[in-house]
């Protein structure tokens, strides 16, 4: 019963065990990304430059068709294009980041829905928003894999560095000369994975497999070293039982591996062992003796 209604899937069909692949790798790369972007406040960030590299993305569709080194190439520019754009305004400007990067993405995301429109049908334009996770390709998890692997090297090299940027940015600049560029680097990792993730999970579903599994970590542990493993893991985990759901009920899998994640998200919101629900209203303990 139990082999026949988790595991069979996967035996049985190639599409799922190459949409379980690219969804892991997925998620052991951008969860932990997603934890930094929690603590540096930087939430909406991750959801507005998920948006941000539509256009990019149409262009190289509308150019090549469902060429991935098009749509990869288009979308990582039009992500850093937004990224380093709005910070221009920011800090050049009397606008704040946070309405800076909502104008920009505003306007990225609208403009990569009308090339879309232009040219292409509403299959296609749900093709870029929403993804094919069970029509991956070996190319596409290549392309997975490598990220992945590129952005597990770069965090473990880079780890002391974006740790101590992310708590004390004034002292990580005044002591390494690296400093400065910590912020950049971590912001084109977010949208190397961003652009990673739209081929799977689309643009608008890809930045949920990011947030999702990592705010339901930072309610289980303070412990940075903790979170990391922890979200990658609810992301997996997520990515596993959202396949399986959508193989029985036949429901969009890239959708329903994100409700997962958000399932996976209010149970900590309640249970979680440090910031949970349950765990801010127990009394607490007096001393005893």
Same mark, same amino acid.
């Given at each position: 019963?139990?082999?026949?209604?988790?595991?069979?899937?996967?035996?049985?069909?190639?599409?799922?065990?190459?949409?379980?692949?690219?969804?892991?790798?997925?998620?052991?790369?951008?969860?932990?990304?997603?934890?930094?972007?929690?603590?540096?406040?930087?939430?909406?960030?991750?959801?507005?430059?998920?948006?941000?590299?539509?256009? $990019?993305?149409?262009?190289?569709?509308?150019?090549?068709?469902?060429?991935?080194?098009?749509?990869?190439?288009? $979308? *990582?520019?039009?992500? #850093?294009?937004?990224?380093?754009?709005?910070?221009?305004?920011?800090?050049?400007?009397?606008?704040?980041?946070?309405?800076?990067?909502?104008?920009?993405?505003?306007?990225?995301?609208?403009?990569?829905?009308?090339?879309?429109?232009?040219?292409?049908?509403?299959?296609?334009?749900?093709?870029?928003?929403?993804?094919?996770?069970?029509?991956?390709?070996?190319?596409?998890?290549?392309? #997975?894999? /490598?990220?992945?692997?590129?952005?597990?090297?770069?965090?473990?090299?880079?780890?002391?560095?974006?740790?101590?940027?992310?708590?004390?940015? *004034?002292?990580?600049?005044?002591?390494?000369?690296?400093?400065?560029?910590?912020?950049?680097?971590? #912001?084109?990792?977010?949208?190397?994975?961003?652009?990673?993730?739209?081929?799977?999970?689309?643009?608008?579903?890809?930045?949920?497999?990011?947030?999702?599994?990592?705010?339901?970590?930072? *309610?289980?542990?303070?412990?940075?070293?903790?979170?990391?493993?922890?979200?990658?893991?609810?992301?997996?985990?997520?990515?596993?039982?959202? #396949?399986?759901?959508?193989?029985?009920?036949?429901? /969009? /899998?890239?959708?329903?591996?994100?409700?997962?994640?958000?399932?996976?998200?209010?149970?900590?919101?309640?249970?979680?062992?440090?910031?949970?629900?349950?765990?801010?209203?127990?009394?607490?303990?007096?001393?005893?003796?």
């Amino acid at each position: 019963m139990l082999h026949e209604l988790f595991i069979a899937p996967f035996v049985d069909y190639e599409f799922m065990r190459r949409a379980l692949v690219g969804a892991i790798a997925l998620s052991i790369s951008g969860c932990p990304l997603g934890v930094f972007l929690i603590l540096r406040r930087m939430s909406l960030a991750g959801d507005a430059l998920s948006h941000a590299i539509l256009p $990019g993305a149409a262009l190289g569709y509308l150019a090549c068709g469902l060429s991935l080194p098009a749509m990869t190439f288009g $979308g *990582l520019l039009a992500g #850093l294009a937004v990224a380093v754009a709005s910070s221009a305004a920011a800090r050049w400007t009397a606008l704040r980041e946070d309405a800076s990067l909502a104008a920009f993405y505003l306007v990225s995301l609208a403009l990569g829905v009308a090339l879309v429109s232009l040219k292409g049908s509403n299959v296609d334009l749900l093709h870029v928003l929403f993804g094919s996770v069970l029509a991956l390709d070996d190319a596409t998890l290549i392309f #997975l894999a /490598a990220i992945a692997s590129f952005t597990l090297v770069a965090l473990a090299l880079a780890y002391r560095a974006l740790a101590l940027d992310t708590f004390d940015p *004034l002292f990580a600049r005044r002591v390494s000369p690296l400093g400065e560029w910590i912020p950049f680097a971590f #912001l084109a990792l977010v949208v190397l994975n961003l652009v990673a993730g739209f081929h799977a999970l689309g643009t608008l579903m890809a930045v949920g497999i990011i947030m999702l599994p990592a705010a339901s970590a930072r *309610l289980w542990t303070r412990d940075l070293t903790g979170a990391l493993p922890l979200a990658a893991a609810i992301g997996a985990a997520s990515s596993y039982f959202g #396949l399986v759901l959508s193989f029985r009920t036949g429901l /969009a /899998a890239g959708p329903v591996i994100i409700l997962m994640a958000g399932g996976a998200y209010f149970l900590s919101l309640i249970f979680g062992k440090t910031g949970g629900l349950i765990r801010l209203r127990r009394p607490k303990r007096h001393l005893e003796g």
